[in-house]
């Protein structure tokens, strides 16, 4: 890794084969060669997965296409460490969550409220609640059906709940923030807007492989981070979005930082669904938040900051009434 147009190889082989067995063909290219169908094959898989498009295969792209071939009874699945991940735990879990058994998201990683998901409902058809998803609860799950993506999930319904009930200050009380590459000065002073609101607020060693498993420590209620962007005026958000999941509160969240920022309707500004790990790995509400390098269109680094503050203390009331 990476593999990227040019490579060659028994692992290029590999990844093609892979892809063919999702539909995404790249036969035009010669044998164990990554030529330019098969990087319109790993852009196309990466679009598809809420991974960044690069047409480059990296570590994370690798560890999703391989979790891509695992089908739902082709092993059995626990809790474990490391955690079972895969398109059967998605499966697993989107069943669970559309008869009504919450597993807290769908995001294909087996942890500790899928396997309490798993018991509950081995407990309601008489298996011996034990939380593992074996054979005979997989064959109950599969004669049940439940995994209509049309089929609204508990975990959908109870996010648009908690959006309309709790006010922000409920929400949000520890904060886990990191910085991805901005500049400590614009860190501090969003770190000092938290604190003057009442907020606790940690900072995170600003590592993407280390953050996630930091933040579910500490149990934070929200992690946000904060990357530059090399465009003047480019300001994004991103927040979880995978499988048939899409996280409600982290969506509602992440706009409503980016309309708070000052003159952001001179910026080209996007609100985007991704499961990157950061968002995915996360047990907590996680929002990512790209600015420019430049901030002093968005009102310095004390605007940032203090719009910052304000889009996590405000209350959801004004926002709540589009959220199904």
């Known amino acids: ?49 809420g991974l960044p498009i690069s047409g480059v295969v990296d570590r994370a792209t690798w560890l999703v296409l ?3 071939g695992h089908v739902l009874g082709s092993r059995p699945l626990e809790h474990c460490s490391p955690m079972l991940r895969g398109d059967d735990v998605a499966d697993l879990q989107q069943r669970l969550c559309a008869l009504g058994f919450d597993t807290d998201r769908v995001d294909g990683i ?21 939380g593992k998803a074996g054979p005979a609860t997989i064959d109950q799950l599969l004669r049940l059906g439940g995994r209509s993506e049309l089929a609204r999930s508990v975990s959908a319904v109870r996010d648009s709940e908690l959006l309309r009930s709790q006010s922000a200050a409920a929400q949000y009380k520890v904060i886990g923030l990191s910085s991805l590459g901005v500049e400590r000065a614009l860190l501090d002073a969003i770190q000092h807007e938290l604190v003057n609101a009442g907020l606790t607020v940690h ?3 600003g590592d993407e492989r280390t953050d996630p498993a930091a933040a579910n420590s500490l149990g934070v209620d929200l992690y946000l981070g904060i ?5 003047r005026n480019h300001c994004r958000t991103l927040f979880y979005s995978g499988y048939t999941y ?21 910026s080209e500004n996007t609100v985007v669904g991704m499961a990157l790990p950061l968002l995915r790995e996360t047990l907590m509400i996680a929002v990512l938040m790209e600015l420019p390098f430049n901030l002093e269109t968005l009102g310095g680094v004390r605007g940032v900051a203090m719009a910052i503050a304000t889009a996590i203390t405000a209350d959801n009331s004004a926002n709540t009434a589009s959220v199904n």
Do not use: Y
């Not at 087996?110 to 798993?118: D, E, K, N, P, Y």
């Open 227 to 231: 990357s530059p962007t090399l465009e």
């Open 110 to 130: 087996f942890g500790g409220l899928t396997a309490h998901a798993v018991a509950e409902f081995q407990e309601n058809i008489g298996l011996v609640p034990d």
């Open 203 to 205: 900072c995170l060693d």
């Open 66 to 68: 391989l979790e891509a």
């Open 246 to 266: 899409e996280s409600v509160r982290g969506k509602a969240l992440a706009a409503k930082l980016l309309t708070s920022l000052p003159g952001h309707e001179e």
């Open 1 to 49: 890794m990476p593999l990227h147009e040019g490579s060659t190889g028994h692992t290029v082989t590999e990844l093609r084969e892979r892809l063919e067995a999702l539909g995404l063909q790249s036969s035009r290219d010669d044998v164990a060669v990554f030529g330019s169908a098969t990087k319109a094959a790993v852009e196309a898989f990466q679009r598809r997965r």
